[in-house]
C-alpha cells in the first residue's frame, strides 16, 4: 500500500520570520506619544466618581458609628488600630459590592445581555492573525488535545485562511521531544497551519516567551490571540474577536472573560458553579465603569501585534526578587501601556472561553502565591508616567486584594486583645446592629444577586439544573466559602510576610491533574492555621458572645485539613453531580451561522 502524500510530508516548524521592533519601555519620564482613541464610552467619569461615591458612603456609614462609640469612653492603642483597620477594609467589600449591584442591575434590567455568542463572519478578515500558547513543561498530551480542537473549530469557523497557531514551548529538553513528536502528528493533519517553537531558556518567563515571538514573527501577524496552557476557546470566539479588530482599529486589546471548564474535583466543581453564578454581575459592572481602560489577564484575550510591541516591551525593576527583576504580573501592566500609548483595552462578555482551574485548595494556593507577588510588586510602578488614572486604579484594586488579608486579620487579632487585656468595648459590642446587617449584606449580597439572576431567565435556570437545585447549591456554598475565607487569609498573609523576607514565590509547572489529599498531608503546612484557630476558640473561656461571633472564622480555621481533603475528591465531586449541585451549562464549541456582523459583539467596546 503506498503511503499517505500527507503523512508523509514534514510540515514546517516555524514560517519565514518576519521581525518587528519592540523596544524597552521607560517607566519615568515624559511619557510616549499616544493616537486618538476612539471607542471611549461616554459618562466614563461620571460612572467613576458614582461608584466611587457609593462606596466612601457605605464606608463612612459604618465607619461612623464606630467613631461615635469610641468617643463615649477613653481611647487606647487598640481602638485606633481597631478604626484605622476598619476603615479601608469596610471600604473594600463596599466597593465590591457596589460593583456587583450595579452588575446587577444592567443584566436584570436587559441593558447589558450577559455572555452571548459572538457573531463571526470570517468573510470580514482582511489580516492574518497568529494564536500564541506559551507552555512550561505541561501533560504533553492534553495540552495538544486543545490545540487538536481548536484548530479544527477555528477551520470550522472558516478561519483557516487567516489564523495561524503557535505552541510557544519553554519546556525542558525531555519534556521538548515529546512536545515536538505530537506536534509533528498534529500538523501533518491539523486543518490550520500549526507551528513549534522551543526556547533553550526560559527568559523572563511568559511576556518573555511572547515578547521573542513578536520580535521574530509579529511583523507578518496584524493580532495575536494569546491563551495558556490550559485555554480553550471555540474557532467563533477567535474569528469572531478577529473580525472586531477589523471594524475597530483603534482597539489595541480585548479580554474576554474565561469560564472554568473540565471541572472534576469537589473544588472545581465549586468554583465553576461560583464563577458561573456570581460572576456575570461582577463582570457587568467592571464593564461598566472600565471603559477602554478595561484590563489585561494574560490570556484568552486578542492583542493588536504592533500596539504591543511598540508599547509594551517590559523593563526589569532594579532590586532582587519578589519586589524586583522580572515583572511578574505583567499582563496588568502591559494593558496600562497600551492604554497610556493611547490604544483601547476592552473586555467583552462572550461564550466559547475557557480555562482549567486548579484541582485543589493547596494547588490554588500555589498559583495565588505567584500572583499576589505579581500584584503586589504593582505597587512600585503606580508612578509610572502616563498612566490613565483608571490603569492606576486598576493596578490599585488587584495590590489591594491581597492587602487586605493582613487587615482581616489584624482588626480579627485587635478585637480578640480587646477581650483579653481592655475593658473597653469590642468591636462586636461597638457595632449597632444595622452595621452587623449592613456587613452581612456587603459580603452575601452579591450571591444574592448572582441567584436571582439565574433565576431570573427560564433559560438559565434549566440550563443550571432547575430552580430546587440552583437554591441548593447557593445555600451549599455560602457555608463552604465562610469555611474557605479565613484559610484564605491566613494564607495569603503568611505568603505576603516571606515576600517581606525576601522570599520569591519561584515559578513552576502548574499542577493541573486531580489528585485526592490526605488530611494528614496538609497538616505541616496548617499549623498557622490550627493554632490561630485554637485561639480564637480559647475566647469562649472569656467572653462567649465574642467567641460566638469568633465562631465562623474558629471552624474554618480548624476544619482546615478536612475542607481542603474533601474538596480535593473526584469521587465527591462525581457524587454532588450526580445530584445536580454546582451544575452548570455545557461549554459552547458549536460553529457560527456566518449570517452576522460583529457590530453587535463590538458595542460591547
Known sequence: MPADPAMSTTPPMLPPEAPLDMPIQRFDGPPPGSIEVLTQPHGMLVKRLLLITMTAVLALAASTQLRMVLARDRVDALDIVLLVVFVPLFAWISFGFVNSAIGFFKLISGEHPGFTAVPSPAQSLRHRVAVLMPVYNEDVEATFGRVRTMARSIAAAGGAPWIDFFVLSDSSEDNGRIEQAAWLELARTAPIAVYYRRRERNTARKPGNIAEWVRRFGAAYECMLVLDADSLMSGSAIVGMASIMEVRPSIGLLQTVPMITNARTLFQRWMQFASEAYGPIATAGLLWWSGSEANFWGHNAIVRTRAFAQSCGLPELPGKPPFGGYIQSHDMIESALLRRRGWAVHMVMIDGSYEEFPPTIADYATRDRRWMQGNVQHLRLLGTSGLHWASRLHLLLGASAYLTSPGWLLLLLTSALQVCFSRQATLVGMSTPWVLWLTLLLLFGPKLMGMTWLLSSAQRRRSFGGTLRIVLSVLL??????????????????????????????????????????????????????????????????????????????????????????????RLGSVLAGWGLFRVPPPQMGEPDGQQGPAAAARQA
Open 477 to 570: 456554598d455560602i457555608p463552604m466559602a465562610a469555611l474557605m475565607a479565613p484559610v484564605t487569609m491566613v494564607t495569603q498573609t503568611r505568603a505576603l510576610a516571606s515576600m517581606a523576607l525576601g522570599i520569591s514565590s519561584g515559578w513552576s509547572a502548574q499542577v493541573r491533574e486531580a489528585r485526592r489529599i490526605p488530611v494528614l498531608a496538609v497538616l505541616p503546612n496548617l499549623r498557622e492555621h490550627l493554632l490561630l484557630g485554637l485561639a480564637f476558640a480559647a475566647l469562649a473561656f472569656i467572653d462567649p458572645v465574642v467567641a460566638l461571633w469568633f465562631s465562623p472564622i474558629t471552624l474554618g480555621l480548624l476544619s482546615a485539613p478536612w475542607l481542603i481533603s474533601w474538596t480535593s475528591s473526584e
